[in-house]
């Protein structure tokens, strides 16, 4: 699913950790958060600068987002021409 745009609280966020790029010789931090609206909860990927942004018990919007498999579970994702803010 692509062009999501929701709003939701954020109820859990694990530590952040490093990855490394399959494309460039670069590392890269991320973390998942569990959000959660009135349609249920799912996991957010956030990446590098969005990891410090949000808080747990924060509203979040996230505007052009898209969902994707990663392990046989659905993530959301906010990508390269999504928008996460938190209200």
Do not use: C, P
Not at 6 to 12: D, H, R, S, T, W
Not at 13 to 32: I, N, P, Q
Request: proline content about 0%; overall charge positive.
């Amino acid at each position: 699913m692509k062009n999501i745009t929701l709003e939701a609280k954020v109820i859990e966020k694990t530590e952040a950790h490093e990855v490394l790029s399959r494309f460039r010789d670069e590392t890269y931090k991320v973390a998942t958060a569990i959000i959660e609206d009135e349609t249920g909860k799912i996991k957010l990927t956030l990446w590098n600068d969005q990891i410090s942004m949000v808080k747990v018990n924060d509203k979040i919007k996230l505007e052009r987002g898209y969902v994707s498999a990663f392990r046989g579970e659905l993530q959301l994702n906010v990508g390269k021409n999504g928008v996460l803010t938190v209200v």
